[in-house]
């Protein structure tokens, strides 16, 4: 059913290591609305019984999107080499995408979560956040603010690609960021049109078999005493 390469659509390899840059980068790859939570957004309706054509809307903008996830890892873990090694073990806490292509682990098993949202875990003291947990979706099980949803991501988190590439003279880091650009665009423009089709079908906008509010209070079957 999944079929992964292991070669990358783009070289992803920096002129030279560049701390300053793999931490831009790193901003770009796991902050609030970018790449890590916009993929678990879409990939969040792999699991939800939606009607076909908007599944496979949804998956298709997924996987487009676990693929700029992971040449960003490349290229950070590539920007990292001959860090300090506190720096590069607080990106690997953080990051499990940029750990599985330091530690030369198969991208497959860190992507495999992205399948299904995984559950809950409670907080504990100076816990560091996983941006693999359901946590950070925003999965209403309503199609139209799903996508509303996921537009918005979209709009939100171009203007940290753009900073990123127009700042860089790396010729491979600015060829990177404006494909991450165009896409970025291409994925918005198909949750506007996503949006506008589900405005005219009010039917399909909620996912079927959820459960639609009702009153949980037990009702009184006679006069108290």
Known sequence: ????????QFACRPDRPDLRYADRLEHVLADQYHEITVATHYLSGWTAPVPGRYRDTLVHLGVDQVAMVE???????RLLEGAPAETVNRVLRTNPMVAAVMGGTDLESALVSMAGRQPEEP??????PNPWRQS?????QNLLADFLANAHAERDHRPAIRDVRDGSDDPDIRLLM???LARTDEHRRECATAVAALTEEPEERVY???ARPRDTQPKKTGASR
């Not at 040449?71 to 873990?77: D, S, Y």
């Open 123 to 128: 907080a504990s003291a100076g816990a560091l």
């Open 136 to 140: 950070g979706t925003t999965d209403r």
């Open 208 to 210: 079927p078999g959820k």
């Open 178 to 180: 404006s494909c991450l």
């Open 1 to 8: 059913m999944f079929n992964h390469r292991s070669d990358l």
């Open 71 to 77: 040449m960003l890892a490349t290229m950070i873990a």
